[in-house]
């Protein structure tokens, strides 16, 4: 009997009948299932229903749990926030898309019922991805401080441009004046980095991507770098403080306080099947090759 733990936060009305059902056929399977306790609150008053599900609401009752699974379901915005319940276990998460994008929640509506089926037959495989991890030189305090996909700094409060000042393993890379700079990992690689012009890497990449916001200069381009290395930011900026932001969760720091980034020894565990693969998600979801032409 598979004990799966269900995440979600909004999601569309017209998904009702699909996420009934998907919970339905998990119940016909045998499975145990425990809900977030704002998910399950926010189905019963939106839609009328009347679950009763066992519920959890933090990482320390997922973990008091057991779940062979976390399945969240929603976008890839909705899996990031996912990651703090998880951070550091081995429960492996399952992305169940019911958004638009989704380089991370790419099991489609299509896809899910074969999907969850071959899940729970144990015909899938584990895709680990590598996670960036962020120190503070000061007192200030960033927790949870890890990104699945990007740690971003950026100005606060005020229009005009930023300094920040990279080293690379102690050794000085750059200066960049800009909105703000991203590094990446090749999970981020197909979120605000490929906003902002940057490389996509694939997720076995052992890199990290380095990629200006609205750069001044226009010859300063992304710089993809091995993940061993220890990137150092120090900020300057006019406003004395700037924006920090791990994936969804933004801080605000003093210009004294630089950061120090680098691989986090733990990684993220991604279910995959053969319904949702890294090429094909690319290729539906950029429309490579959507042409008339072809």
Same mark, same amino acid.
């Given at each position: 009997?598979?004990?799966?733990? +269900?995440?979600?936060? /909004?999601?569309?009305?017209?998904?009702?009948?699909?996420?009934?059902?998907?919970? *339905?056929?998990?119940?016909?399977?045998?499975?145990?299932?425990?809900?977030?306790?704002?998910? $399950?609150?926010?189905?019963?008053?939106?839609?009328?229903?009347?679950?009763?599900?066992?519920?959890?609401?933090?990482?320390?009752?997922?973990?008091? #749990?057991?779940? *062979?699974?976390?399945?969240?379901?929603?976008?890839?915005?909705?899996?990031?926030? !996912?990651?703090?319940?998880?951070?550091?276990?081995?429960?492996?998460?399952? =992305?169940?898309?019911?958004?638009?994008?989704?380089?991370? !929640?790419?099991?489609? /509506?299509?896809?899910?019922?074969? %999907?969850?089926?071959?899940?729970?037959?144990?015909?899938?495989?584990?895709?680990?991805?590598?996670?960036?991890? %962020?120190?503070?030189?000061?007192?200030?305090?960033?927790?949870?401080?890890? !990104?699945?996909?990007?740690?971003?700094?950026?100005?606060?409060?005020?229009?005009?441009?930023?300094?920040?000042?990279?080293?690379?393993?102690?050794?000085?890379?750059? @200066?960049? &004046? !800009?909105?703000?700079? #991203?590094?990446?990992?090749?999970?981020?690689? @197909?979120?605000?980095?490929?906003?902002?012009?940057?490389?996509?890497?694939?997720?076995?990449?052992?890199?990290?991507?380095?990629?200006?916001?609205?750069?001044?200069?226009?010859?300063?381009?992304?710089?993809?770098?091995?993940? @061993?290395?220890?990137?150092?930011?120090?900020?300057?900026?006019?406003? =004395?403080?700037?924006?920090?932001?791990?994936?969804? /969760?933004?801080?605000?720091?003093?210009?004294?306080?630089?950061?120090? +980034?680098?691989?986090?020894?733990?990684?993220?565990?991604?279910?995959?099947? $053969?319904?949702? *693969?890294?090429?094909?998600?690319?290729?539906?979801?950029?429309? &490579? =090759?959507?042409?008339?032409?072809?």
């Amino acid at each position: 009997m598979k004990r799966i733990a +269900i995440f979600g936060k /909004r999601i569309p009305d017209e998904v009702q009948t699909f996420v009934e059902r998907t919970i *339905d056929s998990l119940l016909q399977e045998g499975c145990s299932i425990f809900i977030y306790h704002g998910f $399950q609150r926010r189905i019963n008053e939106h839609w009328k229903l009347d679950w009763s599900f066992p519920e959890f609401k933090s990482r320390e009752g997922i973990l008091e #749990l057991k779940p *062979d699974f976390l399945l969240v379901v929603g976008g890839d915005g909705t899996l990031l926030d !996912a990651t703090t319940l998880v951070e550091g276990t081995e429960i492996p998460i399952i =992305g169940l898309n019911t958004g638009r994008l989704g380089f991370l !929640a790419n099991i489609t /509506r299509d896809e899910a019922p074969l %999907a969850l089926k071959s899940i729970l037959k144990g015909d899938y495989t584990i895709d680990e991805r590598n996670v960036l991890e %962020a120190r503070t030189s000061s007192d200030e305090i960033i927790q949870p401080n890890f !990104a699945l996909n990007e740690i971003a700094v950026s100005r606060k409060g005020t229009t005009s441009m930023i300094s920040v000042h990279v080293y690379l393993n102690g050794d000085f890379l750059n @200066t960049y &004046w !800009a909105d703000g700079l #991203l590094i990446s990992t090749p999970t981020g690689s @197909t979120g605000y980095n490929l906003s902002c012009s940057g490389p996509i890497l694939l997720p076995g990449s052992n890199n990290f991507i380095i990629t200006p916001i609205a750069p001044h200069n226009l010859t300063v381009r992304p710089l993809v770098i091995p993940n @061993t290395d220890t990137i150092t930011l120090k900020i300057e900026a006019r406003e =004395g403080n700037y924006l920090a932001s791990l994936d969804s /969760r933004v801080f605000t720091l003093e210009c004294e306080t630089e950061l120090t +980034i680098k691989k986090s020894d733990y990684r993220f565990k991604l279910v995959r099947t $053969q319904y949702s *693969d890294f090429a094909s998600t690319l290729r539906n979801k950029l429309l &490579w =090759g959507q042409d008339r032409r072809n």
